[in-house]
Structure formats: C-alpha cells, structure tokens
C-alpha cells in the first residue's frame, strides 16, 4: 500500500458535497441576492477612491444637509453631508473599506491561528488538553473588555481592534475545526495512513486539514460577520480609527449628538453595517446547508 491507496477515499469524501453545489446556491433565492449585495459591497470599497463624489476629509459650509440634497441642478449629496460639512456617501465608501478591511483581517488571521491549535489538539492527543485549556481561558475574555486592554497598552486605533478581534477569534474556530477533525481522525484512511508511515505533516495537511476545510470555512464566513459587528461596537467605544478617519462605527458614534437634528448621520452607517452583517450571516447559512449531508436537501 502507498499513498496514492489512500487517495480514493480522501477524494470521495471531498467530491460528496460538490455535485450541484453553485446550482443549488443559485436557486436559493436569498442566498442568491445576499451573495450579489455582498459582493457589490465589496467592489464598492474596492473601487471608492474612483467611485466616491467627493474627499471624504473635505470640509465645507454645508453642514448636516439631508440625503438626496440637490445643488444647482445636479445630486451633490445623495447621502447628504455631516456635522462638518463632509460627503457622506464619500465617506461611507471609505469607511465600509476600512470596516471590511478589519473584519476580514481579523477573521483571516484569528482564523489560520485556531485551525492551526484545532488541527494538532486532535491529531497529538497528549497535546490536546493543554491546548483546550488555553482556549478555554480565551474563551473567557469578552472581546470587549480585550479591546479596552489592548486599547490602554497600544493605543487607541484599528491594530488594536484587529489584535483583540484575533485574540477572540482563536479558540472558537479552534474549537470548531477540533470538533470537525476528531470525526475525520476515526476515519479508515487516517488510521491506515499511519499504520503505512505517512508522515504526520502529510496526513494533517493532505488528509485531515482537506476533509475539515469546507465545515471551518462556513463557520469562517459567520465569524466574519461577527468580527464586522464587534470592530464596529469598539469603534463606536472610540477604540479604533480616531478622527477624522472614516470607519462606519465610528461614523455611527460620532452622529449620536445629532441624532434628533441630522438622524442621517447616524443611521446611514449603522444600516450599512447591518446590511453587511446580514448579507454574511445568510450567505454562511446557506453554504452550511449546502455541506451539511444532514441538512442538504436531496
């Protein structure tokens, strides 16, 4: 036996969940259009130093204008202007870049971390309570109470929130891709993978991590929306960007005290904030249902 006598179960294990898989997303109709406002969010960022009408640190006159706020015959302000004078469709495309931009850093990171501890807790199993145990201390520490701590020691600003986003990322996808990888380790072809001599850095990364990787990356996709949502409360707390950087918790906190005068201010980030969070959260769900054998429809 080599390791190619191992390939087939390793291939149909992966190719199970595959047939139908986009045809199926396709016509979940919710999915579907969270997908697309997501994606469309996305480009947006991307693209907001040619899209956005005007400097979003540029300040003017026109202070608090309402949303759609026409100026000598052309839309100026389609989201209307803040407290000093400042484009906020402008800085709603920066700010959603920035937003996105720590979540997905903070997801990405934490997220290679606590696959990396899940991983090696379920393959050495004498390793597996002492690392659990760590996590389990993490586990503890309230991503909040994280930020405010790393917020006194480096200062305030987005590297801490992405720090205390990582550090509260870690031992739940940690916890996750255990659970995922002690079912894979029972497998067959684990066990015969070992009994021929593979190595234990080809059977994590080409048998363990690859049979695991599409249950993490739905779990991956949630936590991606609850990173958004707890950089935005730190921000909001006014541990992240610091003025005048835009960042959409941020935004939202600084429109506060003129939330009865100009609610536009206020609001219009904070929407943007639910929409992204939702859009995610959808989007998770349906691609958990689609790998899922248990709750795929046949």
Request: glycine letters at 8%; hydrophobic letters at 55%; aromatic letters at 6%.
């Amino acid at each position: 036996m080599s390791d190619t006598a191992l390939a087939p179960a390793l291939q149909v294990s992966q190719r199970r969940p595959r047939p139908g898989m986009l045809r199926r997303l396709a016509r979940d109709r919710l999915a579907l259009a969270a997908g697309l406002v997501l994606l469309a969010i996305v480009l947006a960022a991307l693209l907001a130093p040619w899209i956005a009408p005007h400097d979003p640190y540029l300040t003017t006159r026109r202070r608090m204008l309402p949303p759609v706020w026409e100026a000598r015959g052309t839309w100026t302000y389609l989201l209307g202007t803040d407290s000093l004078g400042r484009c906020m469709l402008s800085r709603l495309l920066y700010g959603t870049r920035a937003t996105l931009m720590v979540g997905i850093t903070a997801t990405a990171i934490g997220g290679a971390i606590g696959m990396l501890i899940g991983f090696i807790a379920a393959f050495y199993r004498r390793l597996d309570g002492l690392l659990m145990r760590i996590n389990d201390v993490l586990l503890s520490i309230p991503a909040i109470l994280l930020g405010l701590a790393l917020a006194a020691v480096i200062g305030s600003g987005l590297p801490a929130i992405i720090a205390a986003l990582v550090v509260a990322t870690v031992p739940t996808v940690a916890r996750v891709t255990r659970g995922a990888a002690l079912v894979v380790m029972a497998q067959d072809f684990m066990e015969a993978g070992r009994s021929i001599g593979l190595p234990d850095h080809t059977l994590i990364w080409r048998y363990l991590a690859l049979n695991c990787i599409s249950s993490v990356f739905v779990y991956l996709t949630l936590r991606f929306a609850q990173s958004i949502l707890l950089g935005a409360i730190l921000s909001f707390l006014g541990l992240g960007a610091q003025p005048p950087a835009a960042e959409l918790g941020m935004m939202a906190s600084s429109g506060r005290n003129e939330l009865f005068i100009a609610p536009h201010i206020a609001t219009i980030p904070s929407l943007a904030i639910v929409v992204i969070v939702l859009c995610a959260n959808i989007l998770g769900d349906a691609l958990r249902d689609l790998l899922d054998p248990r709750l795929r429809k046949l």
